[in-house]
């Protein structure tokens, strides 16, 4: 099967989880011999060589093809509404937009011209992007052949589309996280509507978990039966090794993520508290950044446990890997995660994880506590747990690498191929 | 001889380095000595050296007519043998002309008056001690404590050791229609005599100066004395107190602060009925015109004249807190890097970068702060805090093992 797929970052240029999972989808893909054109708005040459690249700032487009006008008319609305960002809080689309600016010095804007320089960021021309890369992706659908067209997050919904209205060919919409996961109940109005219109136009809709599929059931008005869910994997399994070791006598509880309402870190500090009361010698580290991170710092001081309570800042590389060494207990209290790979990492370096329920990778991780979001009791009583009573933490240690090798991208792709055969079979 | 008597703090803190929470339990070192080096070189050259040089020359000049008085950190002092022995000997140079007091405050320029009285006992002792050592035998007379807080019982404190003055705000709150230009009494130990910062004509030097917007500008000496002239003939001392930094640092050379200094004396001789003494002189001289009470500490910092800058919200609330829960702890060990670290810790400039006050528009503070916010001055601290209460734990170990 030839695989048109549309993406929005590929590794090694990734700024979150979605190039990371499609990355591994692809490697799972390319094991069950499908032939993958991977399209993404920028490409920087160091990709590992797995599928067709295609590299959306170098596609030129034919705009007397009479289709184009019609996506092209379709798509000028989108470009309105410049200034949404999705994944990202204040403070990083400010970071993200400086850095955008600055990085962005050859891209030439005329309207006219037949070629556009795409920046593959999250930065402040994303729906002038996301329209473009969809008016390319037509382009590419007329000149590459192709069975089936996947599109992976809204980014690439209008791509999807744009090419499904080029080839006919049919379309399948990866859901990695909604707006509802990203902003809760506040979502930003364009964005959900390029989102529902993506899973509207596609013949499939695959969601990383249950709880996706089930928001996009309720929320997005999509058919159950139009709607499957392929779980996330692990690119590698092994157990990380680690010489590090930890400079301090205490035992070390740990969240590391973005700080903002999705991530629920609000939660894990009023655990601290909890847990810190009974037992002192704990200390408790929330690495990240976000725009909630100056509240937690407030709250932290309030609850007078700033010297046992801890934050890193933005982690990257070896010192994320070391802060999972180190950790004696890693807890995840997302208020919404489709999937969330992070615990995985975690068991990876042999730390027990605490997640919460309303998080994707319950449905697959059984050797973890999971308690729900709010429960801070709960969520105090397990890390207490883990911390005190070793034989969890020797179980989960010993469990918890076996259910890892589990998780391989290989039977999530063989999953997928399934559905393109049963999509292309029903084709007309 | 009515009279005006000139304060200059000279402080510099120890700046905490850039502290990770990996680095808690390994990296027992918290200072920055490559900043703390840098800043007090820039700040000598700019205004030490020269301050301290044009005020000598002056001190010579007008022979024992023109007095100043300093108040220099314990933790500046202990910069100044580190980074800039030339400063030192400056300093040193001027107090043995006879004209130039030196006050004693708290050794690390802390807050402790506000928490502990041994603590603050122990502090104004070692301040002394360094003064006597550096300064050939030199014996303060008059106190002066962090920020210029002060409340009845701090000084009380400060009069049961010996003091025979303390100087302080003339904050509107506590004299009400009362005037700074007189001395005053502390409501429990009449014997303290308290000297009050005349806030207005002292902000004029220090914050006015150069301040293009205010209907003032340029301030002359011709201006000033007028000022001074202006002040009814029954008050008798104008308080003059300012960060020493004002001359050259926070004022730039090119705005004339130099100049303005150099020929104020003259214009004060000439044109008014006022001469210069120091606080001692003035203390012993003039006759006290009532108590005053100041139930609730009062500093010389911002609109509020309060504590709000050093304890003003929960992060600050946080830090003093957990530090001074270590006080009866760290007095048990015998540790020449622990006492220093403890000492260094408590310096209250690591509380003021912890401020949210000026948040949102927070010219001042940020211009004495080196953190991007607060909230980084906080983590960084409470990191080292940490790191520190681990080695006292320690120690108090060792200590159990050998009892």
């Known amino acids: 099967m030839k695989v048109l797929m549309f993406g929005w970052e590929f590794p090694p240029h990734i700024s979150g989880g979605l190039g990371t999972a499609c990355y591994g989808l692809v490697k799972g893909l390319v094991h069950h011999k499908q032939d993958i054109i991977f399209v993404v708005p920028k490409l920087w040459g160091d990709e590992e060589p797995l599928a067709d690249f295609v590299n959306a700032s170098d596609v030129v487009i034919d705009y007397r093809e009479r289709k184009f006008k019609k996506i092209w008319k379709n798509l000028t609305y989108l470009e309105v509404s410049s200034f949404l960002v999705p994944y990202l809080g204040p403070d990083e689309f400010k970071k993200y937009t400086d850095y955008a600016i600055h990085d962005r010095t050859d891209v030439d804007e005329s309207v006219f011209s037949n070629k556009f320089e795409f920046s593959g960021k999250y930065g402040k021309d994303l729906m002038k992007e996301v329209s473009r890369y969809a008016l390319v992706a037509a382009q590419i659908a007329k000149s590459k052949e192709h069975d089936v067209i996947h599109a992976h997050d809204w980014l690439a919904y209008p791509a999807g589309i744009a090419a499904k209205e080029i080839s006919g060919k049919p379309l399948v919409a990866h859901i990695h996280a909604t707006e509802f996961d990203r902003s809760g109940e506040t979502v930003n109005q364009p964005v959900y509507d390029i989102e529902r219109a993506g899973m509207q136009a596609a013949d499939h809709v695959v969601a990383v978990s249950h709880l996706t599929r089930k928001i996009v059931i309720e929320k997005y008005g999509v058919h159950p039966d139009k709607v499957s869910v392929l779980h996330n994997a692990v690119l590698d399994s092994s157990i990380i090794k680690s010489d590090v070791r930890k400079k301090v006598p205490e035992k070390i509880v740990t969240f590391l993520g973005r700080i903002t309402f999705q991530k629920g870190p609000e939660y894990f500090v009023e655990a601290a508290k909890k847990v810190i009361d009974r037992d002192p010698n704990v200390r408790f580290v929330m690495a990240g950044s976000g725009d909630l991170l100056n509240k937690m710092i407030e709250r932290v001081a309030e609850l007078g446990m700033g010297t046992k309570f801890h934050f890193t800042g933005f982690l990257k590389g070896k010192d994320v890997d070391d802060m999972y060494a180190i950790s004696d207990v890693y807890v995840m209290p997302s208020v919404s995660e489709p999937f969330g790979i992070a615990p995985l990492e975690a068991v990876r370096h042999n730390t027990p994880v605490i997640i919460s329920k309303q998080s994707g990778v319950a449905e697959v991780l059984r050797n973890a506590i999971k308690v729900d979001f709010w429960d801070v009791d709960a969520m105090a009583d397990a890390i207490f747990g883990l911390l005190h009573y070793d034989s969890i933490s020797k179980m989960f240690r010993e469990l918890g690498s076996e259910e890892l090798k589990k998780l391989k991208w290989e039977h999530v792709a063989a999953k997928l191929v399934t559905v393109y055969d049963k999509l292309h079979k029903e084709q007309p | ?403």
């Open chain 2, 1 to 403: 001889m009515r009279t005006i008597c000139f304060y200059f703090q000279v402080h510099q803190p120890f700046r905490i380095k850039p502290y990770r929470f990996f680095d808690i339990g390994d990296d027992h070192y918290y200072w920055d000595d490559y900043s703390n080096k840098s800043i007090i070189r820039k700040v000598a050259q700019k205004c030490y050296l020269p301050m301290n040089a044009l005020l000598l020359d002056m001190v010579n000049h007008y022979k024992g007519k023109f007095k100043v008085s300093f108040s220099i950190s314990g933790v500046c002092l202990d910069q100044f043998e580190a980074f800039a022995p030339d400063v030192l000997e400056s300093f040193q140079r001027l107090v043995a002309t006879g004209y130039v007091e030196l006050l004693n405050e708290t050794d690390a320029h802390a807050l402790c008056s506000l928490t502990s009285k041994t603590e603050f006992n122990r502090m104004v002792e070692g301040h002394r001690a360094k003064i006597k050592r550096l300064f050939n035998g030199y014996e303060p007379k008059v106190f002066r404590n962090t920020e210029l807080i002060y409340s009845d019982k701090i000084g009380a404190m400060v009069a049961e050791l010996g003091f025979e003055g303390i100087l302080t705000e003339g904050a509107k709150h506590i004299l009400g229609w009362k005037s700074p230009n007189f001395v005053y009494q502390n409501s429990i130990d009449p014997n303290l005599k308290i000297l009050l910062k005349n806030f207005q004509l002292s902000d004029d030097i220090a914050f006015r100066f150069s301040n293009k917007t205010w209907s003032d500008y340029p301030l002359t000496t011709d201006k000033f004395v007028k000022w001074i002239n202006a002040i009814p003939q029954e008050q008798e001392v104008l308080n003059l107190f300012m960060d020493y930094e004002t001359f050259g640092e926070h004022q730039w050379a090119e705005t004339g602060i130099f100049d303005f200094m150099k020929y104020l004396p003259e214009a004060v001789f000439r044109h008014t009925d006022f001469g210069f003494s120091t606080p001692t002189e003035v203390v012993r001289g003039a006759k006290p015109v009532s108590k005053i009470n100041v139930p609730v500490p009062i500093s010389w910092a911002d609109e509020e004249r309060d504590l709000t800058a050093w304890l003003g919200n929960d992060l600050q609330n946080e830090a003093f807190t957990k530090l001074y829960e270590m006080e009866a702890k760290v007095k048990k060990i015998d540790d020449p890097e622990i006492q220093r670290d403890w000492n260094y810790l408590q310096t209250s400039d690591h509380f003021y970068y912890m401020c949210t006050k000026f948040f949102s528009d927070g010219a001042v503070h940020s211009y004495f702060s080196h953190y991007e916010t607060p909230y980084d001055a906080f983590i960084n601290y409470m990191n080292v805090l940490s790191d520190f209460i681990l080695r006292v734990k320690i120690k108090e170990k060792e200590l159990e093992a050998l009892e």
